[in-house]
């Protein structure tokens, strides 16, 4: 009843309004919307968001990003398009083009300087999101991601009000495992509940840490002086457990080609997301786990899916390569074009 209050209350007295009609008009060629939400800060959102538009993108698909979290854009970071602008015109905004086919719009493009506080009350904030949907210019796309800031807010409102009429397919919520983040989320739940929003699925972010036993980044210590050892437990796996070439610095993720250590960093000690898919009756999508490649994927702005990474480090282009946070994530794509095809709103790809 909120929602229908506030949006009631915008509209003048005519009945219609010219702001949500010209959103609809830039929204209509786009074919699939889905929001990006969380009811917890954190929990690799905005990281999730923008891989799911590198997968989508790297399948051929025309794909727009819009980054909403007007106080913390990562958008720029994410896509490594940092100190790029938006060009404007009297026909609109352009986004800024990650590649032919992914288009990136963020408030992070408009600041002077990217360290600049956005200190804005609620009302400019949806003042610059509707500002964001009337006037950038995405033309014909298969999918616009849409990355929300954490919780149930302003923000959240705003979307669902100007979205309301331009077909939004759902959202897909984004928790990690354990209870103090699901704990909003399923507030989130709750809040897609009451604006009428289908919920597409839970994924389960940093489920678990994943490294390839071979990596830089995996060492073994030992005693009270935390000795180590690392070479010593190599040699002896590589001797007992994985009979291959002898180990060296060149060969040795040769060595333990499939040999990943994994550790619970945040235990789903009530169940994780998939109990609380169960209880609540949402599609439970499935986990990432962390590992080296979101990370450096990240701080460089690139793909998961890019097939040809360049990396500083061998071992670092071998962990990329080998990611079992892509691996995952191209589960949670497939699962997700699944479900809009069973709709029967999405293409074969």
Known sequence: MFICQTTCASLPRSGVDADMTAIRRRLEKIKHKILILSGKGGVGKSTFAAQLAFGLSARGMDVGLLDVDICGPSAPVLFGKEGHEVHRSNSGWSPVYVSDNLAVMSVGFLLNNSDDAVI?????????????????????MDFLIVDTPPGTSDEHLSMVQYMKDTGVDGALIITTPQEVAMADVRKELNFCSKVGIPILGVVENMSGLSLPFGSDLVSFSSGADGSDITGAVRDVLAAHFMPAAPRNDANKNYIFPRLNIHVDVFPATRGGAAFMCEQAGANFLGRIPLDPSIAWASEHGR????????????DANDEVNFSPTMTAVNMILNQTIELLETHNRCPQV
């Open 120 to 140: 804005w009350r609620g009302p400019r904030k949806s003042g610059l999101i509707k500002q964001f949907l009337k006037d950038t210019e995405w033309g014909p």
């Open 303 to 314: 793909s998961l899916f890019h097939t040809q990474l360049e990396t500083s480090a061998t």
